[in-house]
């Protein structure tokens, strides 16, 4: 669950964004001050902020540079473009302006949280990316299939644990629902080879009666 931080000295504003934030599947925090938000920030990271300009105490103008790697949308009644431009070339990640209709800025806060998705799974040599069907052999990028790539996502996810073909195949339908119990074998074959061709390693293996595992 993605857990938004929202800063607004506005109760109506802030009880509205919390209501449907809470109800899209967010978990969210409240500042009502840019110092109150410092010391949230000092405790706790936020996937992402909903900042408004028009704070006490600190300005969400002042606040913006002091916010590091996480992204920041504006809300702001300032249509000014030139403000706009500023914010956005100061590190915003975008801007929307009040009034604002609420299903747009939650298509926008998914679109930010989907950018700032860089989750990845790592064993031995191997980093997969859960945002782009690669797998990275040291440095080397290799382009996996949707097929392989879910294979290979199940077994990184518990390295050392077998998983049986059936249970293989279930818990990847919701990523690849093409494979089958005849193609898995040749999906993993194909995974093997395409690691191999990196560093000559092979990573994973078959565990006799039961499935696959990752190497050790």
């Known amino acids: 669950m993605s857990h938004i931080l929202i800063i607004d000295d506005d109760p109506y504003i802030g009880d509205l964004l919390q ?3 809470e109800n899209a ?3 969210v925090s409240r500042a009502f001050t840019g110092t109150d938000a ?7 990271k936020p996937d ?3 900042l408004d300009l028009m704070l006490p105490e600190l300005s969400g103008e002042e606040l913006l540079p002091m916010i590091k790697d996480i992204p920041v949308i504006v809300i702001s009644a300032k249509i000014d473009v030139s403000n706009k431009v500023d914010l956005l070339l100061g590190g915003a ?7 604002f209709d609420m299903r747009e800025l939650l298509a926008r806060i998914a679109v930010q949280l989907r950018k700032n998705d860089k989750s990845e799974l790592t064993f031995r040599d191997l980093t997969l990316y859960a945002d782009d069907l690669t797998v990275k052999v040291n440095s080397t990028e290799i382009r996996l299939t949707r097929t392989e790539w879910a294979i290979l996502k199940l077994l990184m996810q518990d390295p050392l644990k077998p998983v049986g073909k059936t249970a293989m195949l279930e818990k990847i339908s919701a990523d690849t629902p093409d494979c089958t119990e005849r193609s898995l074998k040749q999906h993993i074959s194909n995974i093997r080879k395409k690691l191999q061709s990196v560093d000559g390693e ?3 293996e078959a565990v006799y009666g039961i499935g696959f595992k990752m190497k050790s």
């Not at 410092?38 to 706790?44: A, D, M, Q, R, V």
């Open 202 to 204: 092979d990573y994973i």
């Open 48 to 50: 992402l902020i909903l």
């Open 19 to 21: 209501e449907s934030l």
């Open 38 to 44: 410092l010391e949230i920030l000092s405790k706790e």
């Open 25 to 27: 599947g967010y978990s």
């Open 93 to 99: 990640a975008d801007y929307v302006t009040k009034p």
